[in-house]
């Protein structure tokens, strides 16, 4: 008797267990892998890039294709990736274009997309004919249409405290108003770029 109820009870846990927001470890070892490659590229550029302490997929991810956080503790940086840059129909360059754009903010004074940032990205699309701006859209990065929802970033906030970057593609209450709303990160204010 009880064993039966086990038998039945015990797929739906599994079912349950292996649902959507689970991300497959391989690609989050794809992310590594291919973050150590972005960083030798920046090192052979002459770039010296922060301390990365995680690369992962956010599959809540929709609106950017990654962003880097900083901790404004330690000063190490962790970046996340919006989960079509993995699909096997993108380049690998794709990838690698937003990795290194992330990388880029990992840089002295890398905060938003103003001097520091310009200047690692300059160097890197002079060295590599990289393009690195920030607002690539999903043509841009030949991701197909159907596995994306990022439209270009027309709006980009710097939290001043820990250099927390929000991008935003439309209006919003948030876009009109910042300074009615504090870092989640912190607890900071917004600037906008
Ligand atoms: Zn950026
Ligand atoms: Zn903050």
Known sequence: MTIAIIQTILPIFLEEETQETEVPAILNEKLKRSLHECEMICRHAG?????ITD?????LLR??????????????????INE????????????????IHEL?????????????????ADRLEAVYGLQLSPAN??????????????????????????????ERYRRSKFVDSPERYRCGNCGGTFEQL
């Open 47 to 51: 770039i010296k890039t922060g301390e």
């Open 55 to 59: 690369i992962r997929v956010n599959p």
């Open 63 to 80: 609106s950017a294709w990654g962003r880097c956080i900083t901790d404004r503790i330690n000063g190490t940086h962790k970046i996340e």
């Open 84 to 99: 079509a840059l993995l699909d096997d129909s993108v380049p690998d360059l794709s990838l690698k274009r937003t990795i």
């Open 104 to 120: 880029c903010h990992t840089v002295k004074d890398g905060h938003g997309h103003r001097k520091g940032w310009r200047e690692a």
């Open 137 to 166: 859209s999903a043509e841009d990065l030949l991701v197909p249409s159907s596995l994306s929802q990022v439209p270009s970033v027309r709006y980009v906030f710097r939290c001043s405290d820990c250099g927390l970057i929000i």
